[in-house]
């Protein structure tokens, strides 16, 4: 598949042209790809638990291996055109099959789920990660290039609600079949025939022979300010090293909300609303990213999303009480999106030319951290005295890890200040 615009177009059908229909096609996958085919195993993980088909340390490693599969998803995104130009034999894919093959496999996963299978369950989960990072990759790059060519760019915001509302929508429901004593397994059946629902309901405007081109659409908005070459490899490596960090920072408090809620509060009738809560902080932060101006310096931005996170994380461990936890899953929820979405602003702003590459690393180290904090719980249990005190520890060091990310980010913008436009010989270096 090429990266360049293609020469001929073929007209698309008359409600894929429309914006809204876009932005709601790419809304909806998201949804599914994120708010079901990755984080559904968050508000069911209790109920797994209850059911006794797994433990806590089981459910750490079904969850670390998800999030590998989306590592990898993400990487092969990544490659994938540089793999197809290599490799003449292989047939041109458009990108809105790349989205159908991803929705579909989540769709099927999921169902694959309430099979009582424990030993097909970590295969299952690594390829619904992978499914989920093809949805994500290329269902961004095509909204985001139809909705600029149709000339409504600012409707790109719109999509990245999907998350949210996918979190959402799913913990409200996980919720119910908790308050009817619905074992997990009809839980995995219900998300997955939600999926489905939601996918036929996208799929015809996904069937549009339209082919934008992804580095195209992911061009940011923000006017690039000139990165003299002797300060690519030190800001690219902070760069890559902070954004790592806030993979480790949200993934605990993403993967073991409900669980942690429920040992603080047992028989509390607000421990399943808590993960709605934080995908309604998700919705609200995709929309408020969109409302800062470009010129704004991205790292400063980034430093401020750490520590309203940082904040999030924290509360939970300061406070395991209502409030506490109320405000933790907004204050966690609120910049998910956001930073990611500053990230890759930044990301492009230090390589302007070919950010195709620099974007599979950072993506790479956000997926490491995001494979190590699930994998951090268990072995913090072992050296606690109870379970209670090893959460409240774990979530403890990623609150700090956040912080440590923002200290990051600030100084590369006292280290490396972004030169005044039109002046491209500044050494962007204080002295």
Known sequence: MSLNPPTS??????????PRNVALAGLVSLAVAMGIGRFAFTPLLPMMLHDGVLDLAAGSWLASVNYLGYLVGAVLCTFQPWIWARVPA???????SWIRLGLGATCVLTLAMALQWPWAWPWLRFASGLAS????VF?????????????RPGWGGLIYVGPGAGITLSGLIASGMVALDWRAAWGWGVFGLLACGLVVLVWPILGSPQQPPLAAAAAPAQAAAAVPPENHRSQKLLLALAY?????????????LPVIARDAMPGSFWLDLFWPMLGLGVMAGALLATRFPMHMDRRYLLAGSYLVQALGVAAGAWSPTLAGFVLGSLLVGLPFTALTLFAMQEARRLAPVSPASFIGLITAMYGLG??????MVPWVMRHSSSRAEGFTTSLVVAAAVLVLGALMYLFMAWRYPLAPRGISGSSGRRP
Do not use: D, E, N
């Not at 177009?9 to 429309?18: C, D, G, M, S, T």
């Not at 990072?133 to 994500?136: I, P, R, S, V, Y």
């Not at 269902?139 to 000339?151: D, E, K, M, N, V």
């Open 133 to 136: 990072a093809l949805a994500f």
């Open 139 to 151: 269902t961004s790059g095509w909204c985001l290039a139809r909705l600029a060519s149709l000339g």
């Open 9 to 18: 177009l073929q007209p698309l059908p008359a409600a894929a042209v429309r």
């Open 370 to 375: 995001q494979i190590l904090g699930p994998l």
């Open 90 to 96: 292989l047939p041109a894919v458009r990108h809105t």
């Open 244 to 256: 790592g960090l806030s993979g480790f920072g949200y993934i605990i408090t993403a993967t073991f």
